[in-house]
């Protein structure tokens, strides 16, 4: 059977108790993906607890969306989101490689195109100037997770050509290989329903919901470098950022 931590008098409630308890058997693979959790009764007795304690624990993983249930066969849990944090810049596969994730890049453009007016904007270009515009779907565990649309200055992406672009990541190389340093970037997040050229791209349906991300990188010196369009699918991946109140 699986080691739960008894309950302890404390002035955490009860129920917040048996919730993180749960949570660290999820976390550390008692209880994998799609594992059925005991039923209401056997956690109550487990925990010595009321039903009405487990069933507030339980409610509130399922808000966090740690666990779902399904009526007349009980709880289960759910598939974990990849996540990255906001609280520095790193490229996608540098995030996803250091949390043990398989990625891959399926490069499906790279050319040198007309800078679209918001582009330019956000680069500080003039308007129809050169840039690269490089696209890719990026695959986790080899599922498509995200498709980004980069843009650079017309030299960068013409040596990128040379580069491994399907295994690794833009922001690496411009800083390992060509000695870019970067510095910060600007980020704005919203969300939007998924066209046919996304659906298809990222194996969903039309019209379901996507993470979109403006994303401009500076490098060191405040030269805007690397302009991104970024769009995940909601249900596969998240951002995290923790925040302090001062």
Not at 41 to 47: G, K, T, V
Not at 128 to 136: H, M, N, Q, T
Not at 162 to 184: H, K, Q, T, V
Not at 194 to 222: F, S, Y
Request: glycine content about 8%.
């Amino acid at each position: 059977m699986t080691n739960f931590r008894t309950v302890e008098l404390s002035p955490v409630p009860l129920y917040t108790q048996v919730k993180e308890n749960l949570r660290e058997r999820i976390l550390d693979g008692s209880y994998p993906a799609h594992a059925k959790l005991p039923a209401e009764s056997e956690l109550s007795n487990i925990f010595g607890v009321s039903r009405i304690t487990v069933r507030q624990a339980l409610n509130d993983l399922q808000k966090e969306g740690v666990i779902f249930k399904i009526p007349g066969k009980g709880t289960f849990v759910s598939k974990p989101k990849a996540f990255q944090q906001l609280t520095q810049l790193e490229g996608f596969g540098e995030a996803m490689g250091r949390m043990g994730y398989e990625i891959y890049n399926q490069v499906t453009s790279h050319k040198t195109v007309a800078a679209p007016a918001h582009v330019a904007q956000r680069l500080g270009l003039a308007a129809g100037a050169d840039v690269a515009e490089i696209k890719r779907v990026r695959h986790l565990n080899r599922e498509p997770v995200s498709l980004e649309v980069t843009y650079l200055p017309p030299d960068i992406g013409e040596r990128l050509r040379r580069e491994d672009l399907a295994g690794r990541d833009i922001f690496l190389i411009l800083e390992n290989d060509y000695g870019i340093a970067l510095g910060r970037a600007d980020l704005q997040i919203d969300a939007m329903l998924a066209d046919d050229t996304l659906a298809h791209a990222l194996r969903i349906e039309a019209g379901t919901a996507l993470l979109r991300i403006e994303r401009l990188t500076h490098a060191a010196d405040g030269t805007p470098l690397d302009f991104e369009y970024l769009y995940f699918r909601g249900d596969a991946f998240q951002y995290r950022l923790q925040i302090a109140r001062r």
